[in-house]
């Protein structure tokens, strides 16, 4: 079944995140105060992970073809601002 579903980011350079095969990532925002990317899936495809990378302005990006999702601003942290990323779905390691 289709569904939207959330996935929060912790504050971190680099994270993977397990959800559903063939996911669409759709955007992504805060909400209290977590980034979260929100994405639609089949509920009932295999899991698989995917990476995501936050990068602060001035910061090299740690991926070479990242895919560009959106753009945060955490207020609990003045002045930062997060440019987050799709690194893709990971391929048997």
């Known amino acids: 079944m289709r569904v939207i579903w959330k996935f929060p980011l912790p504050v971190e350079p680099i994270y993977r995140v397990a959800m559903p095969a063939g996911a669409t990532l759709l955007t992504v925002q805060m909400q209290c105060e977590q980034v979260v990317v929100w994405g639609m899936v089949d509920s009932e495809a295999p899991r698989v992970e995917r990476e995501f990378y936050l990068v ?25 601002v997060l ?9 048997g390691e």
């Open 83 to 91: 440019h987050v990323f799709d690194g893709g779905e990971i391929k």
């Open 56 to 80: 602060g302005t001035g910061h090299p990006v740690l991926s070479s073809k990242p895919t560009y999702l959106g753009t945060v601003q955490p207020w609990s942290w003045r002045g930062l």
